[in-house]
């Protein structure tokens, strides 16, 4: 599982059948630079290009989401369906602790 935020919702005029109804989210995913910073201060985009995530939580623009990819983000269906993310979790509050 991978973090990220969300920056924005995507919206279809067509879409898969088994899809319909579906929400859509542009997450612009965490790198280390995003554990690294302040945990007051409010990072950044990500400098990776960000990607598409399929909803079905309500994950909301500017919250933090944790999302899986590849084979792991079809699990949830019953038919084969085509989506490369899908949200796993609302993530309320992230606490980073490195070892040195």
Same mark, same amino acid.
């Given at each position: 599982? $991978?973090?990220?935020?969300?920056?924005?919702?995507?919206?279809?005029?067509?879409?898969?059948?088994?899809?319909?109804?579906?929400?859509?989210?542009? %997450?612009?995913?965490?790198?280390?630079?995003?554990?690294?910073?302040?945990? /007051?201060?409010?990072? +950044?985009?990500?400098?990776?290009?960000?990607?598409?995530?399929?909803?079905?939580?309500? +994950?909301?623009?500017?919250?933090?989401? +944790?999302?899986?990819? +590849?084979?792991?983000?079809?699990?949830?269906? =019953?038919?084969?369906?085509?989506?490369?993310?899908? /949200?796993?979790?609302? %993530? =309320?509050?992230?606490?980073?602790?490195?070892? $040195?």
């Amino acid at each position: 599982m $991978r973090l990220g935020t969300v920056i924005g919702r995507v919206t279809l005029s067509r879409t898969v059948p088994a899809l319909a109804g579906a929400r859509w989210l542009v %997450v612009s995913p965490f790198t280390r630079d995003h554990f690294q910073s302040d945990a /007051n201060a409010r990072p +950044g985009l990500s400098k990776d290009p960000s990607l598409v995530v399929y909803d079905a939580l309500g +994950g909301g623009v500017g919250q933090t989401i +944790g999302f899986v990819e +590849g084979r792991e983000a079809a699990q949830p269906f =019953d038919e084969p369906t085509p989506v490369d993310a899908i /949200n796993a979790a609302l %993530v =309320d509050a992230i606490f980073y602790s490195p070892v $040195r």
